[in-house]
């Protein structure tokens, strides 16, 4: 598959700031792959994902050494906190989804049937007319979601993408990403949820203080789901059973 | 006998002509522990500005204790009820974390608020001095968190409060708010989090499009799969695995849960 991003021992460190937000992390990222890249909060996983895709230190500033390459043409990052990323422009949601294909000149009929796509990817065809600003934290989630996919980015970079979604929402969101995957794109996901991670994840990497700690196979690297910690706390010896059925299966007579 | 602390009667909610709530009938005893889930869009939020008198209802009564919520301004309602909002960023705004934390005890006149013992329950106190804008999201949401706490209020209303946290901080939250139950305070905590749901609260009321879809102590509705599959929801994980195991109670705590698995006899993995 097309490697689109490669780093190479990558720290990055914010302005002012005295130490790395994340130290040399090597990765490669190819059309395809869903890396799932977990950590405690702060330790870098957000910044990761703007490194990956070139925002930073391009946007938000700060130094970058070791080695990046990135040979997307079109990068595309959902932030965490969504309504920051909405243009302010834009009177319907479908208005603000079609933004990004439409501010690259291209044809209308295009402009919208892209627009369409990523809203029926997202099920959010139901809010098309509706006010962006008016919309619930969910609501909004997916939108900004749908907006980013309208450009059909070549690597999509989702810091947790279902913080505010219902748990219905948060799956559905979760299982169009293979085939967004398998359709040429390179995805890489920050998430605390190791549930829904381990289900679509073809590679995960776990990172603490901003040094990769784990990487690789997804059940390797996320260990630490609600049922492998009851499991250990309740004396199971490893490896720990990461679901139900794996559970069950470790259940003597 | 505790009495009502929250009443909300026939309320009603529109953002021009969508309606948000379409009647909403609430009771909150004095010290329940109540989560409120729904669907996104179903007007959870709505809901809860309404007790703080951050909207005001087209029709129908909100009460707080003897208040009327419709003669009170959002300023006076904080004096009784500390809102959490679903968005931190929306509540952050001094020099530092310890600053903004000490605010609305500041100006009520309240020397006496526990700034440093929330900070140290909310494991804030290593970066009490930096800006909040200097911390990851995660951390200005226990900082927002911890700013209502300090009021020492006698309802809180969470909106999302561990939405984006990792496993430590979700625990630190869980552990304030059990410290909280015990006190007494009332508690009513917007999730869609249903593990931590089963931490927290001993009563889920269910919100879709504008009503109340359900209303049920919770240690039964989560482990009621089929009405839980029709709200478009699955057990937590700790529920999954009481009915899975068959476990006595319908344990939905973690720890409770580890506790009726404490007799299993392990099968061992070929190495």
Known sequence: MTRLVTLEGATFTYPGADRPAIAGVSLELAAGDVLVVTGNAGAGASTLLLVATGFAPRVVGGTLTGTRRIDARRCGVVFARPWTQLTGLCPTVRDEIAFGPASQGLPAETVLGAAERAMALLRIAHLARREPTQLSGGELQRVVVAAVLAVEPEVLALDDPAAELDPEAADALYDVLPAIAAAGTAIIVATPDLERAARVATRALALAAGRVVAVGAPADVLSGTEVAAMARAAGCPPPYPLDVPALLRRVGQ | ?271
């Open chain 2, 1 to 271: 006998m505790s009495g009502c602390e929250v009443r909300v009667t026939g309320a009603r909610y529109a953002y021009g002509a969508e309606e948000a709530l379409r009647g909403i009938d609430l009771d909150l005893a004095a010290g329940e522990q109540v989560a409120l889930i729904g669907p996104n869009g179903a007007g959870k939020t709505t809901l809860t500005r309404l007790l703080v008198a951050l909207r005001r209802p087209s029709a129908g009564r909100v009460t707080v204790g003897d208040w009327e919520v419709a003669g009170k301004r959002p300023d006076e309602m904080a004096r009784r009820v500390g809102y959490a909002f679903q968005h931190a960023d929306h509540q952050l705004f001094a020099r530092s974390i310890e600053r903004d934390v000490a605010f609305g005890p500041r100006c009520l006149g309240r020397a006496a608020a526990p700034v440093g013992e929330v900070l140290d329950e909310l494991g804030l106190r290593p970066v009490a001095g930096l800006h909040p804008y200097d911390v990851p999201a995660p951390v200005r949401k226990l900082v927002a968190l911890a700013s209502v706490l300090v009021m020492e209020p006698r309802v809180l209303v969470l909106d999302e409060p561990t939405a984006g946290l990792d496993r430590a901080q979700r625990e630190r939250v869980v552990a304030a708010l059990r410290r909280r139950a015990a006190e007494g305070v009332t508690v009513l905590t917007v999730s869609h989090d249903l593990g931590f749901v089963a931490e927290v609260a001993d009563r889920v009321v269910v919100m879709r499009e504008g009503r109340i879809a359900a209303d049920r102590p919770a240690r039964e509705l989560l482990y009621d799969r089929e009405a839980l599959a029709a709200l478009g929801l699955r057990p937590p994980a700790t529920a999954e695995v009481g009915i899975a195991l068959g476990l006595r109670g319908s344990p939905v705590r973690t720890s409770e849960v580890v506790q009726a698995m404490s007799g299993i006899r392990w099968k061992q993995m070929p190495e």
